[in-house]
């Protein structure tokens, strides 16, 4: 269960966030990194001198335009699937059946290294049920992901 | 008394020999790296500390005195349960190992640190050097950062970057900042993101493809590197694009974790980040090499596997996924199917990657990926070789050249500080893209001493290939001093640039651009004299041969035509080596001139 937490707030809904309902109005599917100024000549001083605006983050805190996490990061990896962009690489991923994205999801909830190429396929099957709509919120992505993983012989002792 | 005398006598020498024990350990590699202490690397700063910010030392004269430094790091680390230990863990440990003090849980009141060290651990470390791109000239000389890997090797989305960069505000948005920017005007940080938002930035953004490179550093040395990089949290460096850049300060960092690694031991006027992927190569440091391709090549490499009535369908269902009901694709096979709607996806996300999300963008994605799901499963279509980039050839370049103009012969010499252009050997390069800063020629002929034939400021270049996923507008510009006709042959002084488009089939590349041009030169009337033109050429690129043929033409305001046609052609001896010859027809009204020339190119670092 406790893995299940840490993947939980990994995508930026743990149990006490999903209060407070993840996200915002510019989070989830289709969402994208890129917000803040643009034109030629800040994009160009960003690139020479390899800038980031206002303060240094430290690991501390991290960029997640759009999406709202608050209360549910903590220092690590943490805010990895809540950034926006994050999610839909998931889904691409499990749409697929393979790739970095999920990856990363495994190793945080826990999969070993063994049932990860199961755990892909599994995935890969139930792509439809884990993302039944263009909407879907990080939180509910991740709860049904571990109903997924609850109704499967193999997987459910992760959750 | 005489005991008391004895007893004065061995504190004073206890005393002097604890001065000189600290002296001596201040000496040490670690303890000078552990303060940035420039060991005469680059031109600012010698023998000082390359730190900006009186937070960092202890003591007052400490950025340029590391044995007082050192001295008030002990005072301040020895009481159990100091603040300075909650700052300093990598000093603590360096004077702890040094002194021999043996405290089992130093940091045990820091729980911040303990925290923070909690969560950035790693087990590898892995230098990440995210290459140029086309259409962006401030991108070509490329970035570096670091990558710490916490040991699962597929799990890379949850490692930490470690990048150094300026910090600017929000209101920076004109040029004078980008000069700000070059001299040294803001400050450098460190700070430390999820690798995957670099991921995002470059691969995704910007279209660069990354070189992942793995360190050879072992666990207490990737120790000394963390535990060193908490204290430097908000700690400024005055930022210099030319040597104190990003790629300058992780040296410094992996000066911490080797101390002895020899890292900075030459004088450099720039590090440009290939410089340091080659210097730590040389150094034996790099144990692995890992191609993370962009969005771009990506989307190319999946529909280059289409032929092209399924790239057209492509299209349209990227358009409309409801084609995905059509006929047309119907009767295609299971297969090519999927290949098509993967294709289709990464064409919605690529074309709309810096777009805000809408229901259109969303729903279309969201229609393509259940598609993809519900198509058999295809293989990822294999990814074109590419030579990484720390196998191009140097930035420097040198070349002599002999040649005729006209009836009279002539000798060259060239020196170019910068970086490549587009005939220059292509390994490790991009095909099209030119970035050329400060290059010189003197030219000496039989009728006359040696002269200046051309100084290249600045010499820009971006023809990118457009195709049916990616339309991308191909520009440049450039500036300097040349030797062109007015009148008679003069040197001019000159500004032009120009736009349009290119495209590739195979090893061809046509291009055709729309240019203006200002001039100055002793004839021509008007202090500036501005002009329109265009240019249009092809470049072929096999192997070790890069071809140029062009035909540019100016009009200028007073009534002056001139245009000049080239064709060039570049072979690689080697590496470092180019052979280049190049014929050359300068044209104005009612006359013109020919020129030949070979040219033999050197390139070093």
């Known amino acids: 269960m406790k893995k299940v937490l840490l993947a939980a707030a990994l995508l930026g809904a743990s149990v006490s966030a999903q209060a407070v309902a993840p996200g915002g109005p510019g989070c989830g599917w289709g969402n994208l990194i890129f917000e803040g100024k643009s034109g030629m000549p800040v994009h160009l001083l960003a690139t020479i001198v390899n800038g980031t605006s206002g303060n240094a983050t430290f690991g501390m805190t991290s960029g997640t335009n759009g999406c709202d996490t608050s209360g549910a990061l903590t220092y690590s990896g943490e805010s990895l699937l809540s950034m926006n962009g994050v999610l839909e690489e998931v889904a691409q991923d499990m749409a697929t059946g393979e790739g970095e994205a999920l990856t990363a999801l495994s190793v945080s909830i826990g999969v070993s290294g063994d049932d990860r190429a199961y755990f892909n396929s599994v995935m890969h099957e139930n792509f439809a049920s884990i993302f039944p709509r263009q909407d879907v919120s990080a939180g509910e992505v991740m709860q049904r992901i571990t109903a997924v993983m609850q109704n499967d012989q193999k997987l459910a002792k992760y959750v | ?605």
């Not at chain 2, 990354?210 to 700690?235: N, P």
């Not at chain 2, 596997?305 to 299971?334: C, G, I, N, Y």
């Not at chain 2, 039989?446 to 290249?456: F, I, K, M, N, Y």
């Open chain 2, 1 to 605: 008394m005489r005991a008391a005398l004895l007893c004065v006598l061995v504190l004073f020498c206890s005393t002097v020999a604890q001065a000189r024990d600290l002296e001596q350990l201040a000496q040490q590699p670690r303890w000078q790296a552990l303060l940035h202490i420039n060991p005469g690397a680059t031109l600012r700063d010698r023998q000082r500390s390359y730190v900006d910010d009186a937070d960092f030392f202890l003591a007052a004269d400490g950025a340029a005195n590391p044995v007082s430094e050192l001295a008030a790091t002990v005072e301040a680390l020895e009481p159990e349960a100091s603040p300075a230990r909650c700052r300093f863990p990598a000093r603590y440990r360096f004077v702890a190992e040094a002194l021999g003090w043996r405290d089992t849980e130093p940091f045990a009141h820091c729980a911040e640190y303990l925290e923070w060290r909690g969560a950035v651990h790693a087990k590898r470390a892995v230098l990440v050097f995210p290459a140029s791109y086309l259409n962006s000239p401030s991108s070509m000389f490329g970035h570096t950062l670091l990558r710490l890997d916490q040991g699962d090797d597929g799990a890379v989305w949850l490692s930490w970057a470690i990048n150094f960069g300026a910090v600017t505000t929000e209101q920076d948005n004109s040029l004078f900042y980008i000069y700000r920017g070059l001299a040294g005007g803001y400050p450098g940080r460190f700070n430390l993101v999820p690798y995957v938002q670099k991921i995002q930035q470059y691969s995704n953004m910007e279209s660069r493809d990354i070189w992942e490179y793995t360190l050879k550093l072992d666990q207490s040395q990737i120790d000394w590197m963390i535990d060193h990089l908490w204290e430097l949290r908000d700690i400024n460096f005055d930022y210099y694009f030319f040597d104190e850049n990003c790629s300058f300060r992780l040296l410094e960092l992996i000066q911490v974790a080797r101390p002895h690694g020899g890292l900075l031991d030459e004088l450099r006027f720039a590090e440009l980040p290939v410089n340091t992927v080659r210097a730590l190569e040389q150094r034996g440091l790099v144990t692995e090499r890992h191609y993370r391709p962009s969005k771009e090549v990506e989307l190319a490499a999946l529909s280059d596997r289409l032929d092209d009535q399924e790239q057209r369908l492509a299209r349209r269902l990227a358009a409309d996924p409801a084609v995905a009901e059509s006929d047309a694709f119907q009767s295609r096979p299971p297969r090519r199917q999927a290949m098509m709607a993967r294709t289709a996806y990464s064409y919605v996300r690529f074309v709309n990657r810096k777009a805000a999300r809408t229901e259109d963008i969303a729903g279309r994605s969201f229609a393509l990926l259940t598609l993809v799901n519900r198509l058999p499963s295809v293989e990822d279509p294999e990814l074109p070789d590419k030579a990484p980039p720390e196998s191009g050839h140097g930035s420097q370049m040198l070349a002599a050249s002999g040649g005729q103009r006209g009836s009279d012969d002539f000798g060259e010499v060239s020196y170019r500080l910068t970086y490549h252009d587009l005939l220059d050997n292509r390994r490790g390069f991009l095909d099209g893209a030119q970035i050329q800063g400060l290059g010189i020629t003197l030219r000496s002929t039989e009728s006359g001493a040696a002269r200046l034939e051309e100084l290249d400021l600045v010499s820009i270049r971006s023809l990118s290939p457009r195709g049916r996923f990616s339309k991308p507008l191909s520009w440049y510009v450039e500036g300097g001093l040349e030797r062109a006709w007015a009148g008679r042959r003069r040197l001019t002084r000159y500004v032009q640039g120009g736009a349009g488009g290119s495209w590739r089939s195979g090893p061809w590349q046509p291009y055709l651009l729309a240019s203006v041009r200002a001039e100055n030169n002793s004839d021509f009337g008007p202090l500036i004299t501005p002009g329109g033109g265009a240019e249009a050429g092809m470049l072929y690129h096999a192997g070790r041969w890069q071809w140029q043929l062009s035909s540019a033409g100016h009009y200028f305001s007073n009534d002056v035509y001139r245009h000049r046609s080239t064709l060039a052609v570049q072979y690689a001896l080697a590496r470092e080596h180019g052979l280049r010859a190049s014929l050359e027809r300068e044209g104005w009204r009612g006359d013109g001139e020919t020129e030949f020339k070979v040219q033999w190119r050197w390139y070093f670092d």
